[in-house]
Every structure is written in structure tokens, then in C-alpha cells.
């Protein structure tokens, strides 16, 4: 099984109408055609005809079983009451996470106005996710998004356990190092192309991807997420599939890591299978069988 742990619904062509009911649509398509059994919806930090509330993606979802939500948070616009609807959703289980883009608005992840939001993921025994390296938008600004600022945030919240999405790319080691120092930070490998992989793209991605599991040391550590539909997820699959992770370390990355930390309603990954080593016969007995 595949959990996708960062899909959005926003509409990134502004020009065309999409409604959230065909964006659904097209995500559950995308879905099955890469073979992911669930994803986790981030919402934006901007809400507009374009880009879905965390109550509109709540409401739309609540009869869609291999879907849950993540609420993105907005550093320059949130209020009280906002704060107030996202306590009930987590009180509920309506919302498994909380995301913050840093970069996108300029903040760093440390500010002490998100001590609330802390607070809260704290109380309910959620992830946040931080949003981390490039941005999509230009207008972004990147002093806001290093991974190195996450580790503040880290250290000052131990009971909290935070994501960096997309392995904060471009500063792959950076991240790595945040996630090796810190028990409680993981990070996630979405968005780290635009579409899909290109042979020579997929080819020195193959090598970073290697080197940043070896170095954090413990595959427990990393999630499976594709930062769709800015990213293709069927092309995604089919780049872990080719990574030659063992069994263990691609079922962890890609399910049951997710499942875990975002306390999923699904099954535990089934341990696997052992085989028993093969005895070699003696060759007057091989001679004997055949």
C-alpha cells in the first residue's frame, strides 16, 4: 500500500475554472492510475476561488475514505476564530496535521506568534508540516524557507513532531542534518520535480535520495508525498520503485511511516517475509534426487 502524504486541490491555472468537486475527481483518477491507496490533503495558506478553505476540503472529503486533510495555516491572515474551528476539526479527527509555509509568507518557522499553533499540535498529538526550500512562486523568499530554521523550532518544541517537506531542495544536506540532530523531525520527498522526472533528472535525483537515507540513518524518518498535481504522481512511483530501497525501507518510507505519524485509520503494514536460507545438498545426495 502507498500513502501520499502531500496532495493540494488548488487550482494552479488560474486562467481555467476548476470546481473542487472536479479536482477531487482528477485526484482520484491520478490515484489510481499510480497505484496510492491514500492521500493527505494539504490546504493553502491563501484562501480564493482558486485555492479551498480546510472547512470547504473537510466537508467535501467526509465521505471519501482514503482521503484525510491537513491544515494549512496562514502566519499574515490567521485569527482567533480560525484557530478556534481548527481546534474543533482536530478535536474530531477531521484534520490529521497542520502545514506552515514559510518562504511563501515571510516568516521564519521559530516566530514566536506561532506558539499558538504549536500549542495546538502539541495538545492534540498532530504534525506540522513546514513548508521548506524553493517555492513555486517566484515572489517567494528563500532566507524564510531554509531547513536550518526548522532546528530552533525543533529544539524549542520536543514534544511536537515536525516535516520537512521536500526535503527542503535545494539544500538536501541541511535538511538531513536537522532530521539526524532532532528524534522528533522527519521530512518529506515531495516536490522536487515539476511534472515528471526527466532520465536525467531521475538520474541524479537517484543519487541524492541515497545519500540524504544514508546519512539521516534511519528510513523511520522519511515519507512518501509528491506535492501533486504540481507533480505527476504516477511518475513519482515509478522513481522510488526504481531507488533499490529494500523491502523494509520502502514499505516505512512509502506507508507505514505516514500511517504512523499522522495516526491513520489503516491497517499496519504487514512485516516481510523471511525466507529461510537455502541448504545446499551434498553432491552425491543432489546426484541421488535427480
Known sequence: MIIDCHVHLNNYHEQVEVSLGESLAKLQDSMAEAGIDY??????????????????????????????VVAGISYVNYRQRDLRELADFLEHGLVKGLKLYPGYEPFYPHDKRLQVVYDLAEEFDVPVMIHSGDTYSP?????????????????????????????GNPWLTDAMEVVYKNANVYA?????????????????????????????????????????????MRSYVSFVKQLGL??????????ENARRLFKLPLPAAAAPQVLPPTVAMPETQAAEGA
Not at 492521500?39 to 484562501?47: E, K, N
Open 39 to 68: 492521500s493527505l490533503v494539504l490546504t493553502s495558506y491563501l484562501v480564493s476561488a482558486h485555492r479551498p478553505s480546510t472547512a470547504q476540503v473537510v466537508e467535501a472529503i467526509a465521505k471519501i475514505p482514503n482521503l484525510g
Open 188 to 232: 518529506d520527498i515531495s516536490g522536487l520535480v515539476l511534472g515528471e522526472f526527466t532520465e536525467a533528472f531521475e538520474d541524479y535525483m537517484t543519487e541524492e535520495i541515497r545519500d540524504v537515507i544514508l546519512y539521516a540513518g534511519d528510513p523511520a524518518f522519511f515519507l512518501f508525498g509528491t506535492d501533486w498535481p504540481i507533480c505527476s
Open 139 to 167: 515572489k517567494g523568499k528563500l532566507k524564510y524557507s531554509h531547513p536550518l530554521e526548522i532546528d530552533e523550532v525543533a529544539v524549542d518544541h520536543p514534544k511536537v513532531k515536525f516535516i520537512i517537506c521536500h526535503l
Open 246 to 255: 529494500s523491502e523494509d525501507v520502502y514499505t516505512a518510507m512509502m506507508y
